[in-house]
């Protein structure tokens, strides 16, 4: 039951009319969710990750730097929503000056202060399909103590990267094979993760470097619906240096197509196909106008610190110095970040209780094959079972909305209607004979 921790259930019957009016003065503290192949913030708004990688520990000042110099505060300057921040469990080149959880906290700190969204991944296995490496590695990390304990602090503007552009499919000696032991894979992952009790969004990148797209799409469902919170947030890296205009523009549309969240975890000018910096990727520019035309997310790659200068937004980290390639990213009218990456909304979610207000009714209760709900705002609705998994997910529309819920088990089911936009939480029980 450790989804249910700060969730108030009402019990009702007959019918339930619900207020705004908060039980708890603190709130709630509430993760991003998805809706189909929407991501929605903890306010209800829909959201659309538009920003820019962070090669943090690649850094080696840091975080000797974070009193003056750590670049959080010039990333900030270009105005995204979102940041992917690189983290290494164990660094791969000895002499790297040592670096703490608690730095990872202070960094994720800064930039809720500024109203940005950290999406935190480990680059330890960055091209590997070494699935007993990720085990005992990455998720043993993201599922200790002490990891947990900070994604709980940090839930309302956090996601979970589990690992950058791990696994090989197509690439693969069987490839059948190896996209079913993909698969399983982060089912287990997923299991565990949620299991460990957390509860923020969990970001998985494509197979063959994060390039994959046709596995992603393969297999993005199953994942989504594997997990019971259906916080999964599907990944492709845009390394796609032989694709045209017309080709990136058929990817946003099979992208915006899929009925649940794909984002573009990394997009840049120039990738390495033919070795460091080697191939110009054109059509960039033109993936990314598709991606404004489609609202699918973005980030770019990367802000600083990369084997390839051009495709670095800013050659030293500072907001004043940006590339050529930078200043697409940050100040393009039709896409650039300056002017298209908006703001999530973090507030808590106070829970709500019974009074005359009438905000929602849910009725009949107790019910068998349906119940309705009447609401005075669009928002969204999750029924959970009894395990804390989330059984049914519905928008739900100004007006009356019928929730068809015939093929579940009997039992006692908790309810939970977030107004979109409100900052409120509307949380009821429902019977289900």
């Known amino acids: 039951m450790r989804y249910f921790t700060n969730l108030l259930t009402i019990a009702i019957a007959g019918f339930c009319c619900v207020s705004t009016a908060p039980v708890s003065a603190q709130g709630v503290d509430h993760p991003f969710y998805t809706v189909g192949k929407k991501i929605v913030d903890p306010c209800g708004n829909d959201f659309i990750p538009r920003g820019v990688n962070y090669s943090l520990v690649d850094d080696w000042d840091f975080p000797g730097n974070m009193n003056s110099g750590e670049l959080s505060s010039e990333i900030v300057k270009a105005n995204p929503n979102t940041v992917r921040i690189e983290w290494y469990v164990n660094y791969p080149s000895g002499g790297r000056p040592a670096y703490a959880l608690s730095d990872l906290d202070s960094v994720i700190t800064r930039f809720n202060r500024a109203g940005i969204v950290s999406m935190v991944e480990l680059h330890d296995l960055t091209g590997s399909d070494n699935f007993t490496s990720f085990n005992n590695t990455l998720l043993s990390w993201w599922t200790s103590p002490t990891v947990v304990a900070l994604l709980q602090k940090?839930?309302?503007?956090?996601?979970?990267?589990?690992?950058?552009?791990?696994?090989?499919?197509?690439?693969?000696?069987?490839?059948?094979?190896?996209?079913?032991?993909?698969?399983?894979?982060?089912?287990?992952?997923?299991?565990?993760?949620?299991?460990?009790?957390?509860?923020?969004?969990?970001?998985?990148?494509?197979?063959?470097?994060?390039?994959?797209?046709?596995?992603?799409?393969?297999?993005?469902?199953?994942?989504?619906?594997?997990?019971?919170?259906?916080?999964?947030?599907?990944?492709?890296?845009?390394?796609?240096?032989?694709?045209?205009?017309?080709?990136?523009?058929?990817?946003?549309?099979?992208?915006?197509?899929?009925?649940?969240?794909?984002?573009?975890?990394?997009?840049?000018?120039?990738?390495?196909?033919?070795?460091n910096c080697s191939d110009a990727i054109p059509a960039y520019t033109d993936l990314l106008q598709s991606c404004q035309t489609n609202s699918i997310g973005w980030l770019a790659w990367t802000w600083t610190n990369d084997n390839c200068g051009p495709r670095q937004v800013t050659p030293d980290?500072?907001?004043?110095?940006?590339?050529?390639?930078?200043?697409?990213?940050?100040?393009?009218?039709?896409?650039?970040?300056?002017?298209?990456?908006?703001?999530?909304?973090?507030?808590?979610?106070?829970?709500?209780?019974?009074?005359?207000?009438?905000?929602?009714?849910?009725?009949?209760?107790?019910?068998?094959?349906?119940?309705?709900?009447?609401?005075?705002?669009?928002?969204?609705?999750?029924?959970?079972?009894?395990?804390?998994?989330?059984?049914?997910?519905?928008?739900?529309?100004?007006?009356?909305?019928?929730?068809?819920?015939?093929?579940?088990?009997?039992?006692?089911?908790?309810?939970?209607?977030a107004a979109k936009g409100s900052g409120e939480l509307i949380a009821f029980r429902m019977v289900h004979e």
């Not at 259906?230 to 099979?254: F, G, L």
């Open 154 to 275: 940090h839930k309302t503007h956090i996601m979970l990267n589990f690992a950058n552009e791990f696994g090989l499919v197509d690439w693969a000696a069987n490839p059948a094979t190896a996209y079913t032991d993909w698969v399983n894979h982060y089912k287990n992952a997923i299991t565990a993760v949620r299991n460990a009790g957390i509860d923020v969004p969990v970001v998985i990148d494509g197979p063959e470097y994060g390039t994959n797209l046709d596995r992603v799409l393969q297999a993005g469902s199953t994942l989504v619906t594997h997990d019971p919170l259906n916080r999964v947030i599907m990944s492709v890296h845009a390394y796609w240096y032989q694709k045209t205009a017309a080709d990136m523009n058929t990817v946003a549309i099979d992208i915006a197509n899929a009925g649940f969240p794909i984002i573009l975890g990394e997009v840049a000018n120039v990738q390495d196909a033919n070795g």
């Open 317 to 417: 980290g500072m907001y004043g110095n940006l590339s050529a390639y930078g200043g697409v990213i940050v100040n393009n009218a039709s896409f650039g970040l300056a002017s298209h990456a908006t703001k999530a909304c973090f507030a808590k979610l106070n829970v709500a209780s019974i009074n005359d207000t009438k905000t929602i009714r849910v009725y009949p209760n107790p019910t068998q094959d349906a119940f309705t709900i009447e609401s005075e705002a669009d928002g969204m609705l999750y029924l959970y079972n009894i395990q804390g998994q989330v059984v049914v997910t519905s928008e739900v529309s100004k007006g009356r909305n019928e929730i068809q819920i015939a093929q579940l088990p009997a039992g006692i089911y908790s309810g939970k209607f």
